[in-house]
């Protein structure tokens, strides 16, 4: 595990070179990483939760996780003089600079990385499908070949240095976002229910419905998934005594999180309403027609996860490249940035073309990785950082979030892996 070290005063520098970012690049940042792949398969989740538990699980989600986002920005500068920039850094001052780095690093990792091979295999998916639309006599492909295409876009945006010479990809991302989300669920909605459409819950056996609804809560824990990135976008904020960071970014967030809402919860019931258990598991490859309408969503879900990837991997290049400099004594530049993000594109890449999963994927990392860092971390950070009277609502308020994202965690993770073991026995590989 990585120490105090991996923090040079080099690493601080390039980091902190552009804090020039305003509240709305706050608000289009965390709608790049907030809608992700993870909004095309809530009516999935829904088919398997059911109108009630499905419509509860998205509103407390929503709930939860603004107020964790809300712990997090305050936390950002709650030392004077000093900004945590990194979830790790702010890991460190709450439980220690060794005990910090060992609880928070492997989660966020685990969500960045999480979410990476997830985007792998969406955008390769969803290339598949606009090219299956709009050129039907063409010869198919294997799905792994379209998945290694949108990998080659990962190969070359790795190479910018930072989130600020993202803006513009991040942006079109945002906007992609939204208009795929409407996308869906005005569709859905011209397309009205199929035929003898069922929302009773599913009957292919007993055990299987279980794990089945319990990755469904992973699927929704992976809606919510702009934590492991939210300092770092903070950091790129100006702060001052009269008007800190956390003033800009608050508003930033508060917007992002409508959008977010505008979004979620639309394709949520909508799509579910549309097809309910015979929904596939985004909600994009039921859709037909119209067909040019489709073909566009399609094209746009793959503009977004392009920048929703860089989003999740800057912070992971910084880390890679910090160790390789500070362990290593490998010297910075252009060749350690070639080799070492390239790697990491490499391993997200092979990672998305073995297990091509999506509602699988979705369902473990939902629950293994976003749940922590989304759900209850941030909380047990701030008991551990303002120690909150025993009692008091702020600790009856996070102690619910830190009940309540454990029981999602473990319920989710034990399904989405058992799901991920079960489907992987009837696939076969790389084709």
């Excluded at 998916?125 to 990962?154: D, H, P």
């Excluded at 089945?212 to 770092?232: C, K, M, N, P, W």
């Excluded at 749940?371 to 303002?386: Q, R, V």
């Amino acid at each position: 595990m990585v120490s105090t070290s991996i923090l040079p005063k080099v690493v601080d520098e390039k980091e902190s070179a552009s804090r020039q970012a305003k509240w709305w690049y706050a608000t289009f940042h965390n709608v790049t990483a907030m809608v992700g792949a993870g909004v095309l398969s809530l009516p999935y989740a829904m088919a398997h939760l059911g109108w009630g538990p499905g419509t509860l699980a998205l509103v407390l989600s929503w709930c939860i996780t603004l107020y964790t986002l809300w712990l997090m920005i305050e936390l950002h500068e709650c030392v004077p003089g000093k900004r945590f920039d990194r979830y790790r850094d702010l890991g460190q001052h709450a439980f220690g600079p060794r005990l910090g780095l060992w609880i928070v690093v492997p989660q966020q990792l685990i969500v960045q990385i999480g979410c990476d091979t997830v985007y792998m295999v969406t955008g390769g998916k969803c290339l598949e499908k606009f090219m299956e639309i709009v050129c039907s006599n063409c010869t198919a492909m294997r799905q792994s070949y379209w998945i290694c295409i949108f990998g080659g876009f990962q190969f070359f945006l790795s190479q910018l240095p930072n989130l600020n010479s993202i803006a513009a990809v991040s942006f079109a991302a945002a906007v992609m976002s939204l208009s795929y989300s409407t996308i869906s669920w005005v569709a859905c909605f011209a397309h009205g229910p199929v035929d003898n459409v069922s929302y009773g819950y599913d009957e292919t056996g007993s055990s299987d419905s279980v794990f089945r609804v319990l990755s469904a809560l992973g699927q929704v824990a992976f809606a919510y998934a702009g934590h492991g990135v939210v300092l770092e976008i903070q950091a790129t904020i100006p702060s001052t005594p009269t008007k800190p960071s956390k003033v800009p970014m608050w508003q930033g967030t508060v917007v992002a999180y409508f959008i977010t809402a505008l979004c979620y919860f639309p394709v949520a019931m909508v799509g579910y309403w549309t097809f309910g258990q015979a929904v596939d598991d985004n909600v994009l490859m039921a859709l037909r027609r119209p067909q040019w309408l489709i073909a566009a969503a399609n094209l746009m879900v793959v503009i977004h996860v392009i920048g929703s990837y860089q989003v999740y991997a800057m912070p992971v290049f910084d880390t890679l490249e910090t160790l390789l400099i500070t362990r290593l004594k490998l010297p910075p530049g252009i060749a350690l940035r070639l080799i070492a993000r390239s790697a990491y594109v490499a391993f997200t890449l092979f990672i998305g073309v073995t297990f091509p999963f999506f509602a699988d994927l979705l369902g473990f990392f939902g629950g293994f990785g976003f749940t922590p860092t989304s759900y209850f971390l941030p909380c047990i950070i701030w008991l551990a950082i303002k120690k909150p009277r025993r009692f008091s609502i702020s600790w009856m308020v996070n102690w619910g979030c830190i009940i309540f994202g454990v029981l999602m965690m473990l319920a989710s993770t034990i399904g989405g892996l058992r799901n991920i073991i079960k489907d992987a026995s009837t696939y076969r590989f790389y084709s």
